[in-house]
């Protein structure tokens, strides 16, 4: 009997170590931190009443991590400290409406795009001489930091077009310079700037054509192929499942 006792309390004990390695497993998984900068709607953005960040980017990393298994964090940031903070290795994934070029595939590495956008002027809604690129000579315009309207905007000025260039760090802050009058024109994303223009009617407009075509992508630190591959498998399968449209259908109209 007390033979029989020894082995039961070993078998239980057995069984508790196991348990308690499994339930240790499960608790050691690791976080992913996407870091975003909230001020780009439909892309990223906070919701008025909880606080949340929301947005399409949001949402699709998200269905992009529960289909691959993934754990995530959203971190907010400033958008031109994304790029270090990745390479730094502070976050882990960029979801942030952030345009593929060749400068930043030299820094980071991106996933497949996920959406073709383009950069175009905004002007206030009452402003009628302006109508395109040819007229910003001699204009103030404004931009946000790190971003490829900023890039635009300086090669125009470097043109000997636009005269002088206000750069902000939020896309919330440049749109509130345009309607109070300190700046003439912005050059931004056009999605992002037809949310704006759909949250004040009337304050704001798009003039001329886009100026150039962008395609976004989720971008990881150099060379971590693990991660990339998940996040482009995972991508593959909200397109083919249906899921890309109803998020796409969430946020645009």
Not at 13 to 25: E, P
Request: proline letters at 2%; a negative charge.
């Amino acid at each position: 009997m007390k033979k029989f006792l020894k082995l039961s309390l070993v078998a239980l004990l057995m069984i508790a170590l196991v348990s308690f390695a499994g339930c240790a497993k499960k608790e050691e998984q690791k976080v992913y931190k996407v870091g975003t900068e909230p001020t780009f709607p439909p892309f990223e953005m906070t919701d008025e009443k909880t606080g949340e960040i929301i947005g399409f980017d949001i949402d699709l990393i998200k269905a992009i991590a529960e289909d691959q298994g993934l754990k995530i964090e959203i971190v907010n940031l400033g958008f031109d400290g994304l790029i270090p903070a990745v390479q730094s290795g502070n976050i882990d994934i960029v979801a942030s409406g952030m345009s593929i070029t060749e400068d930043r595939q030299k820094e980071v590495d991106f996933s497949e795009a996920y959406i073709d956008a383009g950069l175009a002027i905004a002007v206030a809604g009452n402003n009628e001489g302006i109508k395109g690129k040819d007229d910003l000579q001699g204009k103030t315009v404004a931009v946000q930091i790190g971003t490829t309207g900023a890039n635009k905007a300086q090669e125009l000025k470097d043109a000997g077009i636009i005269k002088e260039i206000k750069t902000f760090n939020t896309v919330d802050v440049v749109m509130l310079e345009l309607i109070n009058g300190g700046v003439e024109a912005v050059i931004n994303d056009k999605p992002v700037t037809e949310a704006f223009i759909a949250k004040q009617p009337g304050k704001i407009k798009i003039v001329g054509e886009v100026l150039e075509s962008d395609s976004y992508g989720f971008a990881v630190k150099k060379d971590n192929k693990e991660l990339l591959d998940k996040i482009n498998a995972g991508l593959k399968k909200a397109i083919e499942s249906g899921k890309y449209a109803e998020i796409q259908k969430t946020y645009f109209n």
